[in-house]
T-cell receptor, first 113, second 116 residues
Framework: DQQVKQNSPSLSVQEGRISILNCDYTNSMFDYFLWYKKYPAEGPTFLISISSIKDKNEDGRFTVFLNKSAKHLSLHIVPSQPGDSAVYFCAASASTSYDKVIFGPGTSLSVIP | GAGVSQSPSNKVTEKGKDVELRCDPISGHTALYWYRQRLGQGLEFLIYFQGNSAPDKSGLPSDRFSAERTGESVSTLTIQRTQQEDSAVYLC??????????????FGPGTRLTVT
């Protein structure tokens, strides 16, 4: 039973346009969410996070939106650059077990020059 | 400063043999995690350590898998009697653990295990 879902295995976007990566979760206890980016042959690296007390967090070209009622979050990358091509993992945790972070299956983003 | 390191980077072993995978976390990081990523799949949680203790071993796939951590530092993941389905990239991560909060995890480059 997948608690964190990323229903799009892959996404292609033109350079300069917006990339929107979606993530859904089923566990209502989750209250902290993170996005990680992974290049081939490397470990994932932390990108951005959001607490459930917020509905938006922005860091440069990256913005994460959280819709708690829909149990949905999304990562927006504007403008997309070829170097953004990677696999993006959505992850979630609950304050009751904050050390256990559940990762989604990932979405492979290709930014076409 | 040094990041998370893992060794070996690649390991090819015959079915039925035991393997040991090593992780050296970032100095001072009290939390340490092991994940597995099979080909074409996401990150599968295996186990995590707070200090040298493992409060949650629920992700270990079978009793052939075990892990330990010593000195709140290096961790070893051991797979006994390896099977072909154990073939995957095994990722280790560490994070600060100073309170009731999820801290970002820093990942190592992984160990690619191939069981023939």
């Amino acid at each position: 039973d997948q608690q964190v879902k990323q229903n799009s295995p892959s996404l292609s976007v033109q350079e300069g346009r917006i990339s929107i990566l979606n993530c859904d979760y089923t566990n209502s206890m989750f209250d902290y969410f993170l996005w990680y980016k992974k290049y081939p042959a490397e470990g994932p690296t932390f990108l951005i996070s959001i607490s459930s007390i917020k509905d938006k967090n922005e860091d440069g070209r990256f913005t994460v939106f959280l819709n708690k009622s829909a149990k949905h979050l999304s990562l927006h990358i504007v403008p997309s650059q070829p170097g953004d091509s990677a696999v993006y993992f959505c992850a979630a945790s609950a304050s009751t077990s904050y050390d256990k972070v559940i990762f989604g299956p990932g979405t492979s983003l290709s930014v076409i020059p | 400063g040094a990041g998370v390191s893992q060794s070996p980077s690649n390991k090819v072993t015959e079915k039925g043999k035991d393997v040991e995978l090593r992780c050296d976390p970032i100095s001072g990081h009290t939390a340490l995690y092991w994940y597995r990523q099979r080909l074409g799949q996401g990150l599968e949680f295996l186990i995590y350590f707070q200090g040298n203790s493992a409060p949650d071993k629920s992700g270990l796939p079978s009793d052939r898998f075990s892990a330990e951590r010593t000195g709140e530092s290096v961790s070893t993941l051991t797979i006994q009697r390896t099977q072909q389905e154990d073939s995957a990239v095994y990722l280790c991560a560490s994070s600060l653990d100073w309170g009731h909060k999820t801290y970002e995890q820093y990942f190592g480059p992984g160990t690619r295990l191939t069981v023939t």
